[in-house]
């Protein structure tokens, strides 16, 4: 089993030296792995004495214990990439998972906000929390995320300098160390102004107090020092509940798919959202043309006269 667990921790060291990955996505690896290994253990195997037929009946296991067909897929990337490094470092003389393909995935739609439904979450966020300071920062919190389509943990992270100064646009660090630069709305650069007058005199508190001033736009006591992704998705719960909106189908990016969806309505070219919201691949950002496909048939359905 050690001897596993030091195979996984030098794969995870490399694809986060190679390839910049993430925390949370190192994370992700080590669990569906140490998954693997523990079904191995049960078996009186490791990850050195393994054939083909071993992780088809691990596969076989997970779709027996109800995994959706995504998780599965996921699982077996991860098993592929451990034992291709494994190859390549000699620590296996073949690759049992080769020959294996995965369960198809279909792309799930995303949950589609209209701009009815984000500008009452917009005006919601202007009342949630227990105080005016409250309301500002959500407020600050909501307008940036609608405005630039930043995944939760961008935002969440946001440093101080990025909005100094009055900025038109926002300077964002994405996957990979990846920097793109995305306008910032009206209204944004309004709830970033109210909020800075409240950050700046916490700060001042803090400082006076002997605490250091923090580094982050949405700063907290936790060991991270800014804002959980935890937190900000319970937030986002709190925003639906007084916006009257169903808080199961809401969450941080369903306001990032929002982002895209109404900018490709609006005419926006599908390679310039691409750009905004850092995707490495513009057949990602497809995914939005077929929500728009979707609306456009429920249009026709729904109005045609002869759609009955």
Known sequence: MSSDL????SFLETIHAERNASENTLQAYRRDLLHFVGFLKSKKLNLQHVARADIETYLISLESDGLAQATRARRLSAIKQVYRF????????????M???GPKTTRKLPNHLSESDVNRLLEAALRTGRSPIDHRRTTCLMQILYATGMRVSELVSLPMAAVRGDPEMLLIKGKGGKERLVPLSAPAKMAIAAYLVDWDKSQSDAV????????FLFPSRGKLGHLTRVRFYTLIKEICVIAGLDPTHVSPHTLRHAFATHLLANGADLRVIQMLLGHADVATTEIYTHVLDEKLKSLVFDHHPLAD
């Open 86 to 97: 494994g190859f390549e470092e000699d620590l296996v003389t073949d690759d049992p998972s």
């Open 99 to 101: 020959q294996i393909r």
């Open 6 to 9: 030091n195979w996984i921790e």
């Open 208 to 215: 006076a107090n002997g605490t250091p001033q923090s580094k």
